[in-house]
Nanobody, 115 residues
Framework: QVQLVESGGGLVQPGGSLRLSCAAS????????MGWYRQAPGKQRELVAT???????NYADTAKGRFNISRDNAKETGYLQMNNLKPEDTAVYYC?????????WGQGTRVTVSS
């Protein structure tokens, strides 16, 4: 059974940084696209960034230049380095693994950017 566990969220001041992690189990990580999504209160879930199995990355405009997505296939773990955080980045962040047929979601980790 596949499980995704996010960690690394918390409270940070504007301009600060956080590194989110997504640990996968189930031996599928290396062949799946991994993505980070977020959902702010009262808003729809939105894409933040994705990284393919081969390492190709894609970012939402709001993440470009501030966030960096990466993956360590040996550890079956994905990461989202977030720099220069803004209050509008406040949300629950979810990781997702997407294959040709199946999609898996983590339970989310909360990020709050506030002074």
């Amino acid at each position: 059974q596949v499980q995704l566990v996010e960690s690394g969220g918390g409270l940070v001041q504007p301009g600060g940084s956080l590194r989110l992690s997504c640990a996968a189990s189930g031996s599928i990580f290396t062949s799946y696209t991994m993505g980070w999504y977020r959902q702010a209160p009262g808003k729809q879930r939105e894409l933040v960034a994705t990284i393919s199995a081969s390492g190709r990355t894609n970012y939402a405009d709001t993440a470009k230049g501030r966030f960096n997505i990466s993956r360590d296939n040996a550890k079956e773990t994905g990461y989202l380095q977030m720099n220069n955080l803004k209050p509008e980045d406040t949300a629950v962040y979810y990781c997702r693994l997407t294959g040709s047929i199946t999609t898996y979601w983590g339970q989310g980790t909360r990020v709050t950017v506030s002074s």
